[in-house]
């Protein structure tokens, strides 16, 4: 549903078919790779990037509304804005799935990119 209202899907999001956009996490290997005390305190380590995906998503509005008069007068995303977009949503994911999904203990790195 983000997807579509960030207007980088054009397809209305169906809600009885497969969706157009799948999130896969890895199941993680919980006595290896998961530390037993860490989920107590992993949504307070978070917060610097509570902070400043605060901003980000402040920019991905801003670069929303920009995509669509773009949008609407060229017919075409601009690359450049879609990156970006996808980039904070990626980023949003890698610490919902750190401090929230409880999945990984890697922290998650402050960047836009893979």
């Known amino acids: 549903m983000g ?25 993680p290997d919980v006595p290896v790779e998961l530390n037993r005390f ?6 307070l380590l978070a917060i610097p990037h509570y902070i400043v995906l605060a901003f980000l998503h402040i920019g991905a509005v801003v670069a929303v509304i920009v995509a669509w008069f773009a949008i609407l007068f060229t017919g075409r995303y601009p690359r450049g804005i879609f990156d970006y977009v996808e980039g904070v949503i990626r980023w949003n994911n890698r610490v919902l799935g750190y401090a929230f999904v409880l999945i990984t203990d890697r922290y998650p790195p402050f960047r836009l990119r893979p």
């Open 3 to 27: 997807v579509y209202v960030a207007l980088m899907d054009d397809t209305y999001p169906s809600t009885d078919e497969q969706q157009s956009v799948h999130l896969d996490y890895r199941y």
């Open 38 to 43: 860490l989920p107590l305190v992993k949504w």
